[in-house]
Every structure is written in C-alpha cells, then in structure tokens.
C-alpha cells in the first residue's frame, strides 16, 4: 500500500541520517601522497634555474651538462634581453618594440622560410666597427662592477687574502634561428667586458 | 538458571578514526605548490672560452707544430684541418636540399682524428656568419660528445698507468673567428 510505504520510507531515511555517514579518505591520501613524492623529486632532479625567454624557441643539444646559476642573455628574433631586461629591438629603426605580427587564423599553418633570420641593430647602438653593442656593454660592466664590489665586500677570500675573482661566466639563451652573426656579436661585447666563458644554453633532447 | 549476558562484550564500540581532512588539505596545498613552482624545462649547456693568442712566437710554433684541430664551417661544406697540416684536410660537403652540415659524417671523421690524437681536447670552430643556432649546437654535440656506439678511444692515465677510455670527443670548443672580421 503507498500510504504505509511512504511511511516506512521515511522512517528508513530518518534512520540513515541517524549514521555518522563518512567517506573513506585512506586511498585519496595515498594518491596524494604519490603525487606528492613524484613531483618533489622531479623538482629535485632538475636544478636548472633558467627559464625559456618569450618568444625564443631553443635548439636541442645531447650534452648531460646541466649549467649552474649566473648572469644570462636572451637573444630572440625580436629582442636582445639582459637578465630578463630588454635592451633592444632587432630591425626597429627608432628602437621601439615592433607592432604584433597579425595573428593567423586558427587551424592554418605558418610557412616560415627556413632560411637564416636578419637581425639588425641601429647604428646608435653599435660601435668597435659594429661588433660591440653598446647597451649590451653597460649593462654587462655594470653586473660585473656590482659582482666585483659584493665580492671586495663579502669575507671570502683567496689564500692571498684577496677578494674572490670575477667568474666571467655569461649564459647565452638563442633562439634556434639566429645567426652566428648576432651570436658573435654578443660574444664579443661580453669579451670586452670581461666575460671570459660562454655558457651556450639549449633544451635537452632526450633519447 | 542463565546469566544475564554480559553489557561489556555488547556495548557499541566508539569508532576511533584519525581526522584526515586537514591532511588531505595540506597536501593538496603542497602539489598546488609544487606544480607552480615546477619547471618543466630541462636546459643543459655548453662552455666555450674567449679564444687567447698564445703566448709562444711564430717559430716556436712552427717547431712545436700543434695539432689546432680547426673545423671551418662554410655555405656548402664543412672542413676539418690543421694549420700545421698534422692531418690531411677533410671536406664534407653539406646535406643534399639544405639540409645543413651533415653532423654524423662530421662526427665520423673527428672521431678518427681523435684516435690519432687521443691527448687532444680542444677545437676551434669557425662558423660562417649566417649558420643558425641549431646548426652551432648541432656542430658542438658532434665535436664534443663520444655516441655508445663510436669505437673506443683509449688514453693512457699518467698516474695508474692504465689505458682508460675517453667519454668526450674535444670538450673545449673554441670559436675562432669571434674576435677577428672573418
């Protein structure tokens, strides 16, 4: 009969309530803890503290060497960066950011000529008969000056007694198709500078 | 006669369960955390040092006769030499369609200079102006780097002795043309 099935339902119910109704938590914490331990030690195996720049798409190399912390250029087909401060715009006569290309459509292909890219610099920004950029220059003398100045200050010392030396070390991130010119370009000023190593940056390709 | 049955072994037990809500939370906090500070980049690099003049005159150098293991990367091949001619020149022309230098040949062919040479670890590389970036990288892995599957170079370890085997083809790559107008 309806009436008295409702009647026992809802006695069912008011008994259900009645429970301590609890969801069992166990196995979700095992996951989580999993997830956990899989991501702090994929953070630990990779100690690298570069990032990619904007818009620079970097080669891949097979080298195991995985590079420590120091000072970084970013060479992109559309700027030239100092720790992560632009410097300067490539083929911008007046040295401002160029106008966003216009994006294409959805689903459709960019044909970039595979051909090496032309990256020119104002003449204001070039001097040493266009191989030194100036910006470039001091900014690289001045991390080297701050560098040298911390280190006269900090108490370490050499077995001379002297302030530890300048490491010169200058970590170089390109995008895959800039030419060797601006590389060497950007070798050069940081020779002039004082940088003695080049730390040529790429992704590493697994195999 | 029975006894009445006994209150203890009846009596509900009170459920004993350890509060894991605060856990959880912490923990999703955590990979929260870690998943934003993670970097999935995995960048390696490759030194190279300023190229020095050195410090030994001309004809010193012309006595000594050092191997100066130079690779010449030009528009449509690549060549390996010395400018003491202590190895014949290789020229290695560059891969069909534009492909670029062709890496495995180059790699082949420093690989047999390294067995003659297996004290040397230094290669200037002379890039043209317009090679790009991958290429340079590409040219770098091939000079420094020995495969599984290259055949054995062996040094004799000053210390031990002991003939050991190399695991670096020239790990010192130097550009050459980077202080001059070449």
């Known amino acids: ?207 | 006669m029975f006894r009445r049955p006994s209150k203890r072994r009846r009596s509900a037990h009170a459920e004993v369960g350890i509060n894991l809500v605060p856990m959880l939370d912490t923990l999703v906090t955590l990979i929260a955390f870690s998943l934003f500070s993670m970097t999935f980049l995995s960048v390696v690099s490759m030194d190279s040092q300023v190229p020095v003049n050195s410090a030994a005159s001309f004809k010193d150098r012309m006595d000594q006769r050092p191997l100066q293991l130079t690779m010449s990367e030009g528009f449509d091949a690549t060549t390996i030499w010395s400018p003491f001619e202590r190895i014949s020149k290789v020229t290695v022309p560059h891969l069909e369609g534009g492909g670029g230098p062709d890496v495995l040949r180059i790699h082949s062919e420093l690989v047999k200079v390294k067995q003659k040479f297996p004290k040397e670890r230094q290669l200037v590389i002379v890039p043209s102006s317009t090679t790009p970036y991958d290429t340079l990288v590409a040219l770098m892995d091939a000079a420094r780097l020995l495969d599984n599957t290259d055949p054995p170079v062996f040094q004799k370890n000053e210390q031990t002795g002991v003939n050991q085997a190399e695991n670096m083809l020239f790990p010192e790559v130097v550009f050459g043309n980077l202080l001059g107008d070449t």
């Open chain 1, 1 to 207: 009969m309806p009436h008295f099935r409702s009647i026992r339902n809802r006695r069912a119910r008011k008994r259900l309530d009645g429970r301590n109704m609890e969801l069992n938590l166990t196995s979700m914490m095992d996951i989580l803890v999993i997830i956990l331990v899989f991501l702090l030690k994929s953070q630990a195996s990779n100690t690298s503290v570069f990032i990619g720049a904007e818009g620079a798409e970097m080669p891949y190399s097979r080298t195991p060497d995985v590079p420590p912390d120091s000072l970084h250029v970013a060479v992109t087909r559309e700027y030239l960066a100092f720790q992560d401060q632009k410097l300067l715009y490539f083929n911008s006569p007046t040295g401002a950011p160029p106008a966003p290309a216009p994006k294409a459509p959805p689903g459709t292909k960019s044909h970039e000529p595979e051909e090496p890219l032309k990256l020119e610099i104002r003449k204001e920004d070039l001097d040493d008969g266009g191989r030194r950029i100036t910006p470039l220059y001091d900014a690289l003398v001045q991390a080297r000056e701050k560098s040298e100045l911390l280190r006269a200050k900090s108490g370490a010392r050499t077995d001379q007694g002297e302030p530890l030396p300048f490491d010169g070390i200058l970590a170089i991130q390109a995008d895959k198709r800039v030419p060797y010119d601006m590389l060497r370009r950007v070798m050069y000023t940081a020779a002039v500078a004082g940088y003695k190593t080049y730390r040529l940056l790429a992704m590493k390709k697994e195999e």
